[in-house]
């Protein structure tokens, strides 16, 4: 009887000092994830706040920002997700076929019958994985707040003739998650945010996620982003993914299968991109929206989820890549720091020549520092641009056609600058080989258009 009593004792000791040491690595962890974050606020590429889970449990959970105020105020206080609402938008619809009130490969003009015959070969699930060939909202001419689902369907119907055909390639469309939300309401007959807070947000206590604007008005389009939450909130919604507290596991385990395209590959399921990374499946999704930005990443095999939320941007899908590194004791690779946000100030200062020799200086010595992606340099020109510096400007967008040559959006962003400059011809070289190089780009082919009628005027 005193051995058995022993051996217990032995055994309590040992699963005290697991779980103390357990606890330990997990401040370690924390400690070293907040040095990372502190490292790039210092540097201004990080303000905001990361919630770190393992199989559900908070691991990490803080906000970086000025002051201690601003950095209590940034954990609690929402944030806008932007797309990362198009998750709630994907579980709506998968609710929906759960209960037999609609199907994915339904035609959508059976649920919008006003682009019935604009649209016969689009289904929910070309919806669902961007492949319908509609494009975004803004290569359609109608990027503006409060767009009416009325302005969609007009949009949609008039310019069908252009888009690209049905399930052949991944085309990023706000457009279509517009139109899924038109679909939840029609399917289920309620309006598409009651639809959400009945069966998402008040089941799942998610009481500080809410449309951005506090409310929609009938008729105003939604279903691509729009919505405001916190890492709290947006932790026990990955949570009622995982459980099944939604939809059935099955049902999810379809969301995760990227689809199937003629041209070209794809990550993207229902609401979700989904990868294979270091051997296990990732799914993840980012939301942009003026100056705040949002991640949730989730590896599944191990379980752990990263959140983000951030006042201006960052390097979200980075961050989150070096904390599974930490947490896994893996060497990490810290986030780059911007490029456009260290050649601003040499700009303002010394001019664009300097600015360029710096530029081509550290993508030689230091190319594992600094991102020099083609987005860094567009986005530096449209910087430059809006200050009204055309000349520095043409000068970064011509570098960045240098630079990726393959890219039509570089040569669109280019011949915008060329045109705001009176540059007619060039800018017309500029679109034309935007559209060489994607028949789809609407903006190009627009402004093409505009620029050629002008000069038979």
């Given amino acids: 009887m005193s051995l058995r009593v022993r051996n217990i004792g032995v055994v309590a000791s040992v699963m005290v000092s697991l779980a103390a040491a357990s606890a330990a690595q997990n401040i370690s962890h924390a400690d070293t994830i907040r040095q990372m974050l502190v490292r790039l606020h210092d540097n201004g590429e990080f303000t905001g706040s990361v919630l770190v889970a ?58 919008v019958p006003e682009l019935a015959s604009a649209t016969p070969s689009i289904t929910i699930r070309h919806l669902l994985t961007h492949t319908s060939g509609i494009p975004d909202v803004g290569d359609l001419g109608i990027d503006r707040p409060d767009l009416r689902n009325r302005d969609l369907v007009d949009a949609v119907r008039a310019q069908h003739d252009g888009f690209a055909r049905p399930g052949a390639k991944y085309r990023y469309s706000n457009t279509g998650y517009m139109l899924l939300a038109m679909v939840v309401e029609k399917a289920s007959g309620r309006p598409f945010d009651a639809f959400l807070h009945e069966n998402v947000f008040d089941p799942l206590a998610m009481t500080s996620t809410r449309l951005a604007d506090g409310s929609r008005s009938p008729g105003i389009a939604t279903g691509a982003g729009g919505y405001v939450s916190t890492v709290d909130d947006l932790l026990k919604w990955d949570r009622a993914l995982n459980t099944g507290s ?68 960052s390097r979200r899908l980075e961050i989150a890549d070096a904390i599974v590194d930490i947490l896994h004791d893996r060497p990490y690779q810290p986030p780059r720091l911007s490029i456009a946000r260290k050649l601003l100030p040499v700009i303002e200062t010394k001019g664009i020549d300097a600015a360029l020799a710096l530029y081509e200086q550290l993508r030689t010595n230091d190319a594992r520092t600094y991102d020099f992606s083609e987005p860094e340099l567009n986005g530096l020109g449209y910087t430059l641009l809006n200050k009204g510096s055309n000349a520095d400007a043409l000068r970064v967008f011509a570098l960045n056609t240098e630079r990726f040559p393959s890219s039509s959006n570089a040569f669109d962003s280019l011949g915008e600058a060329l045109a705001k400059a009176g540059k007619r011809d060039e800018a017309v070289r500029a679109y034309t080989r935007a559209i060489e190089l994607d028949a789809n780009n609407l903006n190009a082919r627009t402004m093409l258009r505009q620029l050629t009628n002008a000069t038979r005027k």
């Fill in 54 to 111: 393992t199989d559900g449990k908070p691991v990490y959970r803080e906000a970086i920002g000025s002051t201690p105020d601003d950095s209590r105020s940034l954990l609690t206080r929402p944030s806008n997700i932007a797309s990362l609402a198009k998750g709630f938008t994907a579980i709506a619809v998968m609710m929906l076929a759960e209960r037999r009130k609609l199907r994915y490969d339904d035609p959508m003009g059976s649920y």
């Fill in 246 to 313: 939604l939809v059935r596991a099955s049902t999810f385990a379809e969301a995760l299968k990227p689809a199937k395209v003629a041209e070209g590959t794809t990550t993207y399921g229902f609401g979700w991109n989904v990868a294979e990374r270091n051997g296990d499946t990732y799914r993840w999704h980012t939301g942009n929206d003026a100056g705040q930005r949002a991640f949730l990443g989730r590896r599944l095999r191990d379980r752990i989820t990263v959140i983000i939320l951030t006042a201006g941007d």
